[in-house]
């Protein structure tokens, strides 16, 4: 069983760097999972990101950005604002039509 | 504009079978799989599976397999979720998600780029 590895929780300061990864409990992330991201803030419906690594979905400012990091999946957000204190989830496409999400990163703007 | 309206919340009894729908408008229904996501109260996002509105092929995560069936209504643009034998554990939030899947200059572009509000669906005797 694949488990999708993310930091359970995480906290910035505003106006600060932070970089938010998405592993595998075996094995390497690489473009090949088409690595996305969602944000989701308490009762409402996540809202795309980044997919396919580092594309970012319409709308979503240029502080967002997708990239592989090492082994991993990253979203880095660049100058952080109070509102990007939410949760983010990242999902990986496993191949033959499975997609696994990550446990999700609580982020704190602080 | 493009979206997914789901249909209300939902109130089961454990063994009780529930049905969601998941009306899309805005964009042509048969070219996009559409995908179905669930979240429990204070957890993450758990992938259930998906159906192709076109030809009404389906995929279901291990998990969900023998108690899911995902189907279609073309002519009113609806897709269906339907899990059978509910448990206390049901008990979430289920989200319809449309997949992006395209092909351009930077490569092979696949994610889920358009979600609907979302369906609570409570499993209580």
């Known amino acids: 069983q694949t488990v999708v590895t993310q930091e359970p929780s995480f906290s910035v300061s505003p106006g600060g760097t932070v970089t938010l990864t998405c592993g595998l409990s075996?094995?390497?992330?690489?473009?090949?999972?088409?690595p996305s991201w969602y944000q989701q803030t308490p009762g409402q419906a996540p809202r795309t990101l980044i997919y396919?690594?580092?594309t970012r979905s319409s709308g979503v400012p240029d502080r967002f950005s997708g990239s592989i990091l090492g082994n991993k999946a990253a979203l880095t957000i660049t100058g952080a604002q109070a509102d990007d204190e939410s949760d983010y989830y990242c999902?990986?496409?496993?191949?033959?039509?499975?997609?696994?999400f990550g446990g999700g990163t609580k982020l704190t703007v602080l | 504009q493009v979206q997914l309206v789901q249909s209300g919340a939902e109130v089961k009894k454990p063994g009780a079978s529930v049905k969601v729908s998941c009306k899309a408008s805005?964009?042509?229904?048969?070219?996009?799989?559409m995908h179905w996501v669930r979240q429990a109260p204070g957890q993450g996002l758990e992938w259930m599976g998906w159906?192709?509105?076109?030809?009404?092929?389906?995929n279901y995560a291990q998990k969900f397999q023998g108690r899911v069936t995902m189907t279609r209504d073309t002519s009113i643009s609806t897709a269906y979720m339907e899990l059978s034998r509910l448990r206390s554990d049901d008990t979430a939030v289920y989200y319809c998600?449309?997949?992006?899947?395209?092909?351009?200059?930077?490569?092979?572009?696949?994610?889920?780029?358009?979600w609907g509000q979302g369906t609570m669906v409570t499993v209580s005797s």
């Open positions: 805005g964009y042509t229904f048969t070219g996009y799989y």
């Open positions: 159906i192709n509105p076109n030809s009404g092929g389906t």
């Open positions: 075996s094995g390497s992330v690489s473009t090949s999972y088409y």
């Open positions: 999902v990986l496409y496993m191949g033959s039509g499975f997609w696994v």
């Open positions: 396919s690594t580092n």
């Open positions: 998600a449309r997949e992006l899947d395209y092909y351009d200059s930077s490569g092979y572009q696949k994610a889920f780029d358009i």
